[in-house]
């Protein structure tokens, strides 16, 4: 049985970091391009960052880019996100996902785990 977890949310102040994990057994990582999208209450689903299974290439949205950093460990079936200069904006649940790149279009398929909540306030 698969068994993914997101971890690393929580809450921190505007201009703050958080660094986000994705880990699991049952799914060899290496197998997939991985990303992370994210969800805020009645805002549409927003695709975050995308990595290849060997690292490369990687793609940010706009929204993020400068500011989070995506990378993965596949000898530790582990993804990362690392948020920097936080803003409220990012205020969301973080899922981790399987990502595809087409035409220079990327998407993001399900989750794999139940997500972990960043929020960012004063």
């Known amino acids: 049985q698969d068994q993914i977890v997101e971890s690393g949310g929580g809450d921190v102040q505007p201009g703050g970091s958080l660094r986000l994990s994705c880990t699991g057994s049952g799914l060899r990582f290496v197998d997939y391009n991985l990303g992370w999208f994210r969800q805020a209450p009645g805002k549409e689903r927003e695709g975050v960052a995308c990595?290849?299974?060997?690292?490369?290439?990687?793609y940010y949205a706009d929204s993020v880019q400068g500011r989070f950093t995506i990378s993965r460990d596949n000898a530790k079936n582990t993804l990362y996100l690392q948020m920097n200069s936080l803003k409220p904006e990012d205020t969301a649940m973080y899922y981790c996902?399987?990502?595809?790149?087409?035409?220079?279009?990327?998407?993001w398929g399900p989750g794999w785990g139940h997500g972990t909540q960043v929020t960012v306030s004063s």
């Open positions: 990595i290849g299974w060997s690292g490369l290439p990687t």
């Open positions: 996902a399987p990502c595809i790149e087409y035409a220079n279009e990327y998407g």
